[in-house]
């Protein structure tokens, strides 16, 4: 049976770009480069890009296209007894989705509460925008062991976000890529809008002043490292499944690794052009509230539903429209990613595995993964969903997933051998410094930010200091890791409906 | 923005244009085809 393809390069590049650009860009990157010592990170970042980021795409994408299959049938290729690799990624992707949709669906809650600036205007809505975004909008509980029922405004806007998804998927790759084109120019049309208002704002140049004067003394600090590494690890939603997919509806002589570049190039691109976003708006707020750097939350869920409403409250004008257009950014930049993670990352490799139809594996999907994230909508939610969930699968799983492909990949499969065959029809032609990069360099790389990020903290302490009865926080994201990987052994045991191929056997048989 | 920031921002600038621009003008010069 065909494979299915993306109706042409443009749509798959497009899709690759969504699904790469994510809330990461406009709430990680310009955090990092402020903290990690302005210009001076971008040296690290760079670096990193090229040693991991582009060499781990080309390899996720040209395996996809090798054996015509998403990641566990790639690792199945390989080898059956890898095939659960490729289903612990899948489970990452899966568990991703369901709180990652969860912030979409607080987005959407304020592109509606953005318009009127539902926490007041002024000094005085500056000092309700946190109160408003955790008592109001989540009822945010006083630690995961009270979760609370589900916020009825939020379950409706996540069932909102779930029903999108489905019909972005529903019809696979061909409507996907041309979905991709909007999602992925529609929020750089916003980025822009934003960066022009924030520029035009007092303070936006000491804002940017901080984003950028270059620190290299910073340079000789393992941290600073970490956090280049980490964030190119994270930005290009590489480990999580779907680029195997991805790269398996790309017709079988077409290019790998330009698209690879254009994808991390662009990708990247975007992080440093939302940073002048940012930054300029915390500039503004500094000037404002005559607030040092440190006191403003300049990252992650503070930045997007504390910081920007504040600066929002500030505004001299068009305060209401400048807070839709952030808001809607937000969920643009996530919609791509979401359903890239729904469909390359989940729908696709139950197809591959069961020959189940798109359709109904779609709907089946979607529909678990609202399920599972109406939990996250409760005021304990945030705790569960986008803390101890998001630390187990997004950083541990991505980051062990990413090494181990690496080294499977690279020294059972062969590097050398993924190298020749992406080489024969690529624009860019790679030489045998890709197969180091992937045999040793990229897993070392993730095995660094997994073991000085993550190991050295959250094996002493518990995570985020949360105690449950027994439990504390890391032992629930080592039970969620193990239960994850117990069940991608549990799907590597039942049999593949649809045979893998690779696109060589598929060439001969043809012939 | 100080003159650090301005050159961090112009080589930046400079480096994705570059290599996007390299990147997009060898396009479809490694004998691959997309239909298939």
């Known amino acids: 049976m065909q494979r299915e393809r993306w109706s042409s390069r443009y749509y798959f590049i497009f899709a690759a770009i969504g699904s790469a650009i994510g809330l990461g860009n406009l709430w990680r990157f310009p955090y990092l480069t402020y903290k990690y010592g302005g210009g001076a990170f971008l040296i690290p970042w760079i670096v990193g890009l090229i040693v991991l980021g582009v060499p781990w795409l080309m390899l996720e994408f040209g395996m996809g296209r090798y054996f015509q299959r998403s990641a566990p ?65 989540l009822h945010l509980s006083s630690g995961p062991t009270v979760l609370g029922a589900p916020i009825g405004a939020l379950v409706g806007f996540l069932a909102l976000t779930w029903v999108v998804i489905f019909f972005i998927i529903f019809k696979g790759a061909r409507v996907i890529g041309k979905v991709a084109v909007w999602t992925v120019t529609i929020p750089w049309a916003l980025l822009i809008i934003l960066l022009i208002r924030g520029l035009t704002l007092p303070g936006a140049t000491e804002g940017l002043n901080y984003y950028l004067t270059p620190n290299f003394a910073a340079l000789g600090n393992a941290e600073v490292w970490f956090g280049a590494f980490s964030q190119i690890a994270f930005t290009l939603s590489l480990g999580m499944a779907g680029m195997y997919a991805y790269g398996s509806f790309v017709a079988k002589k077409a290019d790998v690794t330009n698209n690879a570049f254009i994808t991390s190039f662009s990708n990247c691109a975007t992080s440093f052009f939302a940073g002048f976003a940012v930054f300029s708006t915390v ?35 068009a305060a209401g429209f400048i807070g839709v257009i952030f808001f809607l950014c937000l969920f643009f930049l996530g919609i791509d990613s979401a359903f890239f993670l729904a469909y390359g990352g989940v729908v696709r490799p139950l197809m591959d595995k069961f020959g189940w139809s798109r359709t109904k594996t779609t709907a089946g999907v ?24 998001d630390r187990a699968v997004c950083f541990y799983g991505l980051l062990l997933t990413g090494a181990l492909s690496c080294i499977v990949v690279g020294w059972v499969f062969g590097a050398k051998k993924l190298r020749e065959h992406i080489n024969k029809t690529s624009d860019i032609k790679v030489g045998a410094w890709f197969d180091w990069l992937i045999k040793i360099v990229v897993p070392a790389g993730l095995l660094f930010v997994v073991i000085y990020g993550g190991f050295i903290h959250d094996i002493p302490e518990a995570y985020g200091g949360y105690q449950m009865g027994i439990l504390n926080g890391s032992h629930i994201v080592w039970i969620i890791l193990i239960v994850s990987l117990g069940l991608s052994f549990l799907l590597q045991s039942r049999k593949t409906k649809v045979p893998v191929i690779t696109s060589e056997e598929s060439e001969v048989s043809k012939k | 923005m100080n003159t650090g920031a301005i050159i961090a921002t112009v080589i930046m600038w400079l480096i994705f244009i570059g290599a996007l621009s390299w990147c997009f003008s060898r396009m479809g010069k490694g004998g691959g085809e997309w239909e298939g």
Do not use: N, R
């Open chain 1, 366 to 389: 979607c529909g678990i993964g609202f399920l599972i994230g109406i939990i996250f909508t409760a005021p304990g939610g945030l705790y569960w969903g986008p803390d101890m969930l």
């Open chain 1, 73 to 137: 049938g790639v690792f199945e290729g390989i080898g059956k007894k890898w095939e659960w690799l490729g289903w612990w990624a899948v489970f990452c992707a899966f568990l991703i989705d369901t709180y990652y949709t969860v912030i979409m669906a607080w987005s959407l809650h304020y592109v509606g509460s953005s318009a009127s600036v539902a926490w007041g205007a002024g000094e005085a809505g500056a000092a309700g925008a946190a109160p408003f975004f955790f008592d109001q909008v």
């Open chain 1, 283 to 317: 500039g503004f707020i500094m000037h404002t509230l005559s607030i040092p750097v440190g006191e403003v939350s300049a990252s992650s869920v503070g930045l997007a539903f504390v910081t920007f409403p504040v600066a929002i409250s500030m505004m001299p004008a």
